[in-house]
């Protein structure tokens, strides 16, 4: 019937125009960095009223990754990443404390390392 289509087309461009707004400001944004088990990180920008997913793929090893650092789960079936009493420290601290304090942590680690 003729009349109904008519009508329908004529209701739709009538609604108001909620849905994508040009004019508008883009949403504010904020970086959100998940860390994968080998310590990986992948940074995502979401738009501030965005849920925040609770874990990601890594974009180098495709592991997941949490945004809690040092809590993702290795692909592995073995833990191969230990949680020590110093990275349960570092958790407690704010991301950037554990950047430096992680380097610093590597930095010691190479140099002690043994050669075998
Ligand atoms: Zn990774």
């Avoid at 009538?14 to 400001?25: E, F, H, I, K, S």
């Avoid at 860390?35 to 849920?51: N, Q």
């Avoid at 997913?53 to 290795?74: F, K, L, Q």
């Amino acid at each position: 019937m003729k009349s109904h289509r008519s009508g329908l087309r004529a209701s739709r461009l009538a609604r108001p125009t909620d849905q994508v707004d040009r004019g508008a400001p883009l949403a504010d944004r904020h970086s959100v960095t998940f860390w994968c088990a080998a310590d990986h990180d992948t940074v995502l920008t979401l738009a501030v009223e965005a849920d925040v997913p609770s874990t990601w793929d890594c974009d180098r090893c495709g592991g997941p990754a949490s945004t809690d650092r040092g809590t993702a789960v290795p692909l592995g079936p073995t833990r191969w990443f230990p949680r020590t009493p110093y990275e349960f420290l570092m958790m407690r601290r704010s991301p950037e404390d554990g950047e430096r304090i992680l380097a610093e942590a590597l930095a010691a680690m190479r140099k002690a390392r043994p050669r075998n």
